[in-house]
């Protein structure tokens, strides 16, 4: 096992789909109607469990635990402890804005697209290569594609002396056919990528936070390695003739992954002892738990947050890092001057 070897599947898996997409996409009504019946039995048993919200609230045990999802792994502390105090009911209600909306929506489309072409290439890639696939979605024991819905859980941890969740659908979890015919078992992240051509021919890497969300399912699905996949959606001329896919292999190992398993159990213990971790300004623009965070925030740490944001102000930070720490400072005095008043 190495990163050499999760290189070699990022790039086999690419050069995979590339291959399927030079041949015309088929036509597979039985495939459509077997997966879309299989996704609305799964859908309604889901649904129609009344207790399914216990898992996310209490462990095996009875007790209460927060859960963290993959999309929390780039979050900062305070955000998730916020997050596991106040649940959903405590996120910030979002700007109405058209773009983030769809970009939002495009990009569980993207998901959904990668998804059926694998499953179409199972179905046809020998046909129309002559090739066997070296990729295929693992199954789970009623036949469903290892992906979504189908494989929903709650995965319990026990870390450090503390206890929590971590809940997710991953966008798939591949089976690849290596050289020597050994089957590995590979997490499949799909990202969509939504600017310009010119700039999607620049990206050499993953993204930090998308990194950090596979090594939540990886440990969610005992998994080793693992594809991003970025797919192009902007227009680029009719004619060039290109692949709107990059990939990415990671090799992540459980040793890798502690130091995420450790930033979860302080949040679990500040959660458990009501003990708030310090505010990071580094991420304000993103933490979906502005209010609640301001509102919290005690007299003492309100003196202390102003004294660090001073300091700031006189360091020789870049003037657009000074300009974040005031608007936070500033939304912070906001909050807690109307709740005052």
């Not at 080793?224 to 004619?239: H, M, P, Q, R, S």
């Not at 870049?318 to 939304?331: I, L, S, V």
Request: glycine letters at 6%; a negative charge.
């Amino acid at each position: 096992m190495s990163q050499q070897l999760a290189d070699k599947i990022a790039q086999d898996f690419k050069e995979f789909l590339d291959e399927f997409h030079r041949y015309p996409q088929p036509y597979d009504d039985e495939m459509d109607a077997i997966f879309h019946e299989q996704y609305a039995r799964v859908l309604q048993e889901q649904n129609s469990d009344k207790n399914a919200w216990r898992k996310y609230v209490y462990g095996p045990d009875g007790t209460k635990r927060p859960t963290f999802a993959p999309s929390s792994a780039g979050k900062d502390e305070r955000q998730l402890y916020s997050k596991a105090i106040y649940g959903r009911k405590g996120q910030d209600a979002r700007t109405a804005n058209l773009n983030q909306r769809d970009w939002t929506g495009l990009g569980s489309e993207v998901g959904a697209y990668v998804q059926r072409e694998v499953m179409l290439a199972e179905r046809h890639f020998e046909k129309l290569t002559s090739k066997k696939p070296r990729f295929k979605f693992e199954r789970t024991d009623r036949g469903e594609p290892a992906f979504e819905h189908f494989v929903k859980k709650v995965h319990e941890i026990e870390h450090n002396g503390e206890k929590f969740g971590l809940n997710g659908l991953p966008d798939g979890i591949l089976e690849y056919v290596t050289d020597d015919g050994e089957i590995l078992r590979v997490g499949l992240e799909v990202k969509s990528f939504q600017k310009s051509y010119t700039e999607f021919k620049k990206l050499d890497k993953p993204k930090e936070d998308h990194v950090m969300q596979t090594y939540v399912y990886n440990e969610m699905y005992d998994l080793d390695y693992t594809i991003v996949l970025y797919f192009l959606t902007y227009g680029a001329d009719w004619k060039r003739d290109f692949s709107r896919i990059k990939t990415f292999g990671g090799y992540i190992p459980k040793e890798e992954r502690i130091p995420l398993l450790d930033k979860f159990a302080r949040v679990a213990k500040a959660w458990r002892t009501k003990t708030p971790p310090p505010i990071d300004f580094e991420g304000w623009n993103f933490n979906d738990y502005k209010t609640k965070i301001a509102e919290d925030v005690t007299d003492e740490e309100f003196e202390e947050i102003k004294d660090s944001v001073r300091r700031y102000l006189k360091s020789g930070l870049p003037d657009w890092k000074k300009r974040g720490y005031y608007d936070a400072f500033e939304f912070i005095k906001d909050v807690r001057e109307r709740g005052v008043n």
